[in-house]
């Protein structure tokens, strides 16, 4: 798959204690990504962070180790996959019932390759 160019970067903010059907949220996320053939998703876990409807900060201090700190899924890909992706997110936050928040940005692929 050659993929160079303009493409989307795609980001969704959720939590690490987001579920569906007992699976974290953030897999379900990743494995229907790979499942429609989109290039690739990375998920990095916050150490710290809050979002509109929280009361604390969550955090990953030693003294105080949260069990719900914030993940950010990423995804780049063609404008048009991301723009499929973007409604079968939304779908999987509604049904998760959780807090989260999508954005989009403009992304200048230089190089993408699947190795040997």
Do not use: N, W
Request: aromatic share 6%; proline share 2%.
């Amino acid at each position: 798959m050659k993929l160079e160019g303009e493409g989307k970067l795609l980001r969704i903010f959720i939590g690490e204690l987001d579920k569906i059907a007992h699976k974290p949220l953030y897999e379900v996320l990743v494995l229907k990504a790979r499942e429609i053939g989109m290039a690739g998703a990375t998920v990095l876990r916050g150490v710290q962070g809050f979002g509109a409807g929280s009361r604390i900060v969550h955090s990953a201090k030693i003294l105080r180790l949260s069990e719900d700190l914030p993940i950010v899924v990423e995804f780049v890909d063609t404008e048009e996959k991301i723009d499929k992706f973007v409604k079968i997110a939304g779908d999987f936050l509604e049904q998760a019932g959780c807090g989260a928040m999508i954005t989009e940005e403009r992304a200048h692929i230089v190089h993408y390759s699947h190795g040997k």
